[in-house]
């Protein structure tokens, strides 16, 4: 079975977060529609390459990792 390549889905990444400030890893994968496994690895690939920026939510009790577009 064949899926979304990594690079598609960084660009889908990098053009959600142009629209919206801040998204969980959670939110990400159900917009474009993969894994949150496939999210969270695109999304480390993009803050090692200085693209995106993360912070844990404080919104509840639970460890929410918060990723958004570097300006």
């Given amino acids: 079975m064949s899926g979304k390549s990594v690079h598609r889905i960084i660009e889908e990444i990098f053009i959600i977060l142009k629209t919206k400030k801040e998204l969980s890893i959670r939110q990400l994968s159900l917009k474009i529609g993969s894994q949150w496994i496939t999210t969270e690895k695109a999304l480390n690939s993009m803050k090692r390459l200085g693209l995106v920026k993360e912070?844990?939510?404080?919104?509840?009790?639970?460890?929410?990792?918060?990723?958004?577009?570097?300006?």
């Avoid at 912070?55 to 300006?71: A, Q, S």
């Fill in 55 to 71: 912070r844990l939510g404080d919104e509840n009790k639970r460890k929410t990792r918060l990723f958004r577009l570097i300006k």
